[in-house]
């Protein structure tokens, strides 16, 4: 019995999220369809982080223990050619038999895109938010540099996260500018439901003048989500990598 880690690429739009669902195409269900149709075997796909519908990824990590005489640097190679254009496997290596993509995890860093030109940029329309409109960077980042540390996020997690405990820690959360393109980036050791998008959705509030960076002390403090800002789209989305 071998346990392989994969590290895989996928575009999120069209899919229902990473976790498999009834009846609803999914990241974790296509590869799992990928590996029956390679080994014949009911394979369990392992996957860190539970992206939601149409957030895309490019560092995913899975693991998967499986009795195979594929050689496992053909792996990749051979479950590509089973699965859909928009998911790839980048990696397959074999790792301890103790590894456990989700518990073994340490940090995690995911990206959101805003495109603020008043064009609509067609071909990267499914990959980033499309919100017309300057924003402030430098207050952006005020902002978001009160975010960095260990906190309760509950004021940023979806009341659908029944999670026991709201705190985490994040170690970066930056605003940067490259023309009309906007990127925040977070880096944390666990994200609760929604909480990226959430925090987006915030700091385009301080960035659009709507609250000073101040009143994101006063949204942590709350622990409540209706004191945060909106929800920010799922497109702009996308998983960049997972550190073990």
């Known amino acids: ?23 609803r195409p999914t990241i974790q269900g296509e590869i799992k369809k990928a590996l029956a149709s390679l080994t014949g075997q ?46 790839s496997i980048t990696e397959a290596v074999n790792v301890d038999s103790e590894f456990d993509a989700i518990s073994d995890t340490k940090t995690k860093l995911y990206r959101y895109t805003i495109y603020t030109g008043n064009n609509r940029p067609v071909l990267n329309i499914r990959h980033l938010w499309h ?40 170690f970066q959360c930056s605003v940067k500018s490259d023309g009309d393109c906007v990127y925040i980036e977070t880096e944390a050791d666990g994200f609760l439901y929604n909480m990226v998008r959430n925090i987006v959705g915030t700091l385009v509030e301080v960035g659009r003048d709507r609250w000073e960076p101040e009143f994101m002390d006063k949204i942590l403090e709350t622990k409540d989500r209706a004191a945060a800002g909106p929800i920010a789209p799922a497109a702009g989305l996308c998983l960049m990598w997972i550190k073990y």
């Open 131 to 170: 919100r017309p409109g300057k924003l402030d960077i430098e207050k952006m980042n005020i902002a978001a540099k009160k975010l960095i540390g260990k906190h309760d996020f509950k004021s940023f997690a979806s009341a659908a996260d029944q999670r026991q405990s709201s705190v985490r820690t994040i």
């Open 42 to 87: 009911n394979i369990t796909v392992n996957g860190s982080s539970r992206t939601d519908a149409g957030v895309s990824a490019l560092g995913q990590v899975a693991n998967i223990e499986i009795d195979s005489p594929v050689p496992t640097e053909n792996f990749a190679r051979a479950l590509n050619q089973r699965l859909p254009d928009e998911i």
């Open 1 to 23: 019995m071998k346990n392989i880690k994969l590290t895989i690429q996928y575009d999120g739009f069209g899919y229902s999220g990473w976790q498999i669902q009834p009846d």
